[in-house]
C-alpha cells in the first residue's frame, strides 16, 4: 500500500485505529475453542465486525510462533483473509520487530513481503535498528512496503537505553536522525508509544511528515486526545495502535459486538480530531 492510498483510506474512514491481533487462546471465549483453528476464526470475526472501523491491523508474531506450525497456519490464514476478502481496506503490519546482519534480514523481508515464497504478503514489517543501516536496508528493496522503526516505544524499560544522552541529543533522536537517512517517508514509519506522548513534540521537530505508529492506548495508559495533539499532520501522520481493550472486550458469544463498540468508540474520537 503506498502513502497514498494509506493517506485516502484514513480519509474515508474517518479514522487512524489500528488493531492489534495479539490473540491468545487462554483469553478466547469457551465456545471459540472448539474451532478447527480458534485463532483464525477469533480473528475473522474481530475483523468482519471492525473493517468500516479500523485502517490497519496488526499481528504480533509472538502469539502464533508460539503455537509452532499451527499458529503460523493461523497467521497465514489472517493475513490471506485480509488481502483477499477486503483488498485495499487496511493496511496490514507484521509486528516481528526483526533485526539482523543484511543477508538474515533478506530472509526476514521474503517471510513477510513475498507471498510467493512464504505465504504471507503484509504491507510492513517492525524493525529493530540497534545493528544498523546494513540490517535495515533489506527490508525497503520491495515497492509499496514499509518498514516501522523502533524509535520510541511505551515498555517500562525503554528508559534502560532510549534516553542515554549524548551531546544533548538522546538516543531514540540519534535513531530517528540516523534512520531517515536510509528511507523517506513514503517507506518507513517510527514506534513510538502513547506513553510518551510529550515527546512527540520533539519527534515531530525531526521525522515532521513521517507515519508514527502509537502503541499504547487503552490499557497501558496513554492518551488518544495527548497523542493528537503533539502528532497529527496534515496527512494525519498517526496509526493509534489498540489490542487488549478491543478484542476482549467480552469473554462471551458477543466478543465481536463488543468488539465493533470499543472499536467505533475510537473511531469516532478520531473523526473529531481529524476534523475539529
Not at 510492513?124 to 543501516?133: H, I, K, L, R, S
Not at 534516553?163 to 537517512?181: A, G, P, Y
Not at 513514503?186 to 507515519?211: C, E, Q, S, W
Not at 499504547?216 to 496527512?235: F, H, P, W
Request: net charge neutral; hydrophobic share 40%; charged share 25%.
Amino acid at each position: 500500500m503506498t502513502r497514498e492510498e494509506l493517506i485516502n483510506l484514513i480519509r474515508r474512514k474517518n479514522s487512524f485505529l489500528c488493531i492489534g491481533l495479539d490473540t491468545d487462546i487462554s483469553k478466547i471465549p469457551q465456545h471459540m475453542k472448539s474451532l478447527e483453528d480458534p485463532i483464525f476464526g477469533f480473528n475473522k470475526a474481530i475483523i468482519d465486525a471492525t473493517i468500516d472501523l479500523a485502517v490497519a491491523y496488526k499481528p504480533n508474531f509472538a502469539f502464533y510462533e508460539c503455537y509452532g506450525v499451527k499458529g503460523w497456519e493461523s497467521l497465514t490464514k489472517t493475513i490471506n483473509y485480509i488481502n483477499e476478502k477486503y483488498p485495499g481496506q487496511a493496511f496490514t503490519i507484521a509486528d516481528a520487530k526483526r533485526g539482523d546482519i543484511g543477508n538474515t534480514s533478506q530472509q526476514y523481508a521474503r517471510a513477510v513481503f513475498d507471498k510467493a515464497s512464504s505465504g504471507l504478503e503484509f504491507d510492513a514489517v517492525t524493525v529493530a535498528p540497534y545493528m544498523g543501516e546494513d540490517s535495515v536496508k533489506p527490508f525497503l528493496l520491495y515497492p509499496s512496503k514499509w518498514i516501522i522503526v523502533l524509535a520510541l516505544t511505551s515498555n517500562k524499560g525503554a528508559g534502560d537505553f532510549q534516553f542515554f544522552s549524548n551531546q544533548d541529543t538522546r538516543l531514540f533522536e540519534q535513531v530517528l536522525l540516523k534512520s531517515k537517512q536510509w528511507g523517506n517517508q513514503d517507506n518507513m514509519m517510527y514506534v513510538v508509544g502513547a506513553t510518551k506522548a510529550d515527546m512527540l513534540t520533539d519527534i515531530r521537530k525531526i521525522v515532521p511528515d513521517h507515519f508514527l505508529l502509537v502503541p499504547g492506548i487503552g490499557a497501558q495508559g496513554g492518551s488518544l486526545q495527548e497523542v493528537a495533539k503533539y502528532g497529527l499532520t496534515k496527512d494525519c501522520g498517526l496509526l493509534v495502535n489498540s489490542s487488549r481493550n478491543i478484542i476482549y472486550a467480552s469473554p462471551g458469544a458477543d466478543f465481536a459486538e463488543k468488539a465493533r463498540e470499543e472499536a467505533e468508540k475510537m473511531q469516532k474520537e478520531m473523526s473529531v480530531l481529524l476534523h475539529p
